[in-house]
């Protein structure tokens, strides 16, 4: 596996510096050695600027944010980050690769969750390069592995969660965003290490069922919703009554036989669980009757 490593390039300045009086001397003499006839002349003069265009190709710019990857004769040699002119062998070959944090959204991918329930699914990926020499050398295009693994990566995750659930003990896709959301960019991490990239954040940005199953699957979302609510709200309304119960033994405020307390009983679940307003009714007689 090649590793990044730091290569200090020179200041590009420095030679620039040099190119400029010495291409105004080379052509000064060239002009010389033509006036005069003098062959030699021209012919140290000529190769004096060829050796001065040479030079020349070794200047190359680094921007903010940006990195250029150098060969040797398909030899790994280092990269530059230093921001500038600067300025290398001629003979090295100069690949930019942007530093820059990039994000992309993948397309909609039609995938089974955990429950074998058709769903739309789509996110966005936050990355960048933190390493110019697997990012070149390890994968042939870096940015097509990191759509691709991304996509793979979000038909993979998506299979080890259900939808939607009604149990805040169990992770769903819609219902737990942030847990799906570290999941996902931990997952993507692990594809994408061999490329040289960091994860920035990976998010869920389309989620739904499925069109030929989202009409009936609604209908079934609304009849798990309402089954959960009544499942808690007879919970609450049990144990409101063992408390009731429990409160009015402890401080004897009535003595109740069990036909009495099965009586209050049914009366206080009809009145915690009902979905309507009940009508109280006042007994002006005894306990009784």
């Known amino acids: 596996m090649i590793r990044e490593k730091e290569f200090g390039a020179v200041s590009g300045w420095v030679i620039v510096f040099v190119l400029i009086p ?4 080379c052509v000064w003499w060239l002009i010389s050695g033509i ?4 062959m030699a002349w021209i012919i140290s003069a000529l190769v004096a600027l060829a050796l001065q265009m ?6 190359f710019v680094v921007n903010p944010n940006e990195a250029k990857v150098l060969q040797l004769f398909g030899k790994y ?5 230093q ?11 100069k690949r930019r690769v942007s530093m820059r944090v990039r994000n992309f959204e993948s397309a909609r991918l039609k995938v089974n ?12 990926v936050v990355w960048r390069v933190v390493d110019t020499a697997e990012a070149i050398f390890e994968v042939d295009d870096y940015e097509n592995y990191v759509h691709v693994q991304s996509e793979s990566a979000l038909r993979n995750m998506v299979t080890s969660y259900p939808y939607d659930v009604h149990d805040d003990a169990q992770l769903s896709l819609r219902g737990h965003t942030q847990a799906i959301a570290d999941h996902l960019r931990k997952e993507i991490q692990e594809r994408l290490s061999k490329a040289g990239v960091e994860v920035i954040e990976a998010r869920i940005s389309h989620l739904a069922y499925a069109s030929e199953i989202a009409a009936a699957m609604l209908q079934r979302q609304q009849a798990g919703a309402i089954i959960a609510a009544r499942q808690r709200i007879v919970d609450g309304a049990v144990g409101m009554v063992e408390m009731a119960l429990d409160r009015l ?12 307390k099965a009586a209050m009983v049914s009366n206080l679940l009809v009145v915690l669980c009902s979905e309507r307003s009940t009508q109280p009714i006042v007994n002006t007689g005894t306990l009784h009757h």
Do not use: K, Q, S, Y
């Open 113 to 124: 969750d955990l429950d074998g329930n058709p769903i739309e699914i789509a996110a966005v």
């Open 83 to 93: 921001p500038g002119l600067r300025f290398a062998n001629p003979f090295f070959t």
């Open 35 to 38: 006036r005069g006839e003098h």
């Open 54 to 59: 040479v030079l020349a190709a070794g200047l």
């Open 249 to 260: 033994a402890r401080n004897n405020v009535v003595e109740l036989d069990e036909e009495r």
């Open 22 to 25: 010495g291409g105004a001397a």
């Open 77 to 81: 040699v280092g990269t530059a980050r």
